[in-house]
Nanobody, 121 residues
Framework: QVTLVESGGGLVQVGGSLRLSCAVS????????IAWFRQAPGKEREFVAA??????RYAASVKDRFTISRDNAKNTLYLQMNSLKPEDTAVYYC????????????????WGQGTTVTVSS
């Protein structure tokens, strides 16, 4: 069983930065692919970034602005978000799966409750 708890969301101005964290329970944290997804009001959940032990993947809309990282010693996933835009406003979720990271939410069996990011213009 894996439990994920996100934190770090909030209100930020355009061009600002935030760092989201996702605390992951489970003794096999290092073996999981962990990802960030987001869902804006009225829109479908979309992939943001993912990481496993050897690679990362990013959505085109956040590449070069967001950085995903993990600290296996702390069982924690991070998402550093820079140069934030109003369209980054959403609830951000972390998710976990065994195996390689993918961009499809249906591939992930474990989800956190989400943390809200609001970017004001």
């Amino acid at each position: 069983q894996v439990t994920l708890v996100e934190s770090g969301g909030g209100l930020v101005q355009v061009g600002g930065s935030l760092r989201l964290s996702c605390a992951v329970s489970g003794r096999t944290f290092g073996s999981y692919a962990i990802a960030w997804f987001r869902q804006a009001p009225g829109k479908e959940r979309e992939f943001v970034a993912a990481i496993n032990w050897i690679s990362t993947r990013y959505a085109a809309s956040v590449k070069d602005r967001f950085t995903i990282s993990r600290d296996n010693a702390k069982n924690t996933l991070y998402l550093q978000m820079n140069s934030l835009k109003p369209e980054d406003t959403a609830v951000y979720y972390c998710a976990a799966r065994s195996g390689t990271p993918t961009m499809l939410s249906v591939d992930y069996g474990y989800w956190g409750q989400g943390t809200t990011v609001t970017v004001s213009s």
